[in-house]
């Protein structure tokens, strides 16, 4: 079974409160439970024969978004830390000039999608058979995801990950956490 990180470390991270912190923590080890009592529920089903059935249906269709909350956090909890690393002059900073003129433009265009309307992700995304990056955003967990690419950067943009320290301010949590990225984990996914 599946074993909740911990990301306590985080707390104490420049415009990032501890009660929003420990609330996203939690809601975070909720996606981990939910996997786990998913992956349960499917085996008893199966055992008991009972794999084609609505209720087998409708748990196996639950499985990808709690999966993807699980993965998600966990790269977007990745990617942050108290001790910003900068950006540097590294393989991945010289792709991202390569594709977007500059990291400059490149972050300008990761922050419009952030704050597209709506709620969900805005991912980086590198898709290793075309060595191309992209600034995407995911609604949901389970849509609009890339297939065959590596989600290099992750932003939480869901209500949660911000209401609380932000309001509806989401382009002043955006600015926190660009503030926090940990380059040395983005560069370390992108070299795989």
């Known amino acids: 079974m599946y074993q909740s990180q911990n990301y ?3 707390v104490g991270l420049p415009g990032f ?3 929003l ?3 996203h923590f939690t809601l975070y080890q909720g996606y981990v439970a939910n996997v786990n009592k998913s992956i349960e529920i499917l085996g008893e089903l199966t ?3 009972k794999s084609n059935t609505p209720l087998y ?3 196996q269709r639950r499985l990808g978004w709690e999966w ?3 993965r998600l956090h966990e ?3 990745g990617n942050m830390t108290k001790t910003p690393v900068p950006s540097g002059s590294n393989v991945l900073v010289e792709s991202i000039k390569r594709i977007y003129g500059s ?3 490149w972050e300008k265009d990761f922050r419009t999608v952030a704050t597209m309307r709506g709620i969900g992700w805005a991912i980086l995304y590198y898709d290793p058979q075309a060595k191309e990056l992209f600034n995407v955003w995911v609604n949901e967990h389970d849509m609009g995801h890339l297939a065959g690419c590596a989600p290099l950067l992750i932003l939480d943009v869901f209500e949660h990950a911000y209401i609380l320290d932000y309001g509806i301010k989401r382009a002043d949590y955006i600015e926190a956490f660009m503030k926090a990225i940990d380059w040395s984990a983005v560069e370390s996914r992108f070299l795989g």
């Open 8 to 10: 306590d470390h985080l």
């Open 17 to 19: 409160s501890e009660p």
């Open 21 to 23: 912190l420990k609330n």
């Open 47 to 49: 055992k008991e024969g």
């Open 57 to 59: 249906a409708e748990v």
């Open 68 to 70: 993807n909350g699980m």
């Open 75 to 77: 790269l977007y909890f």
């Open 103 to 105: 990291l400059e433009d």
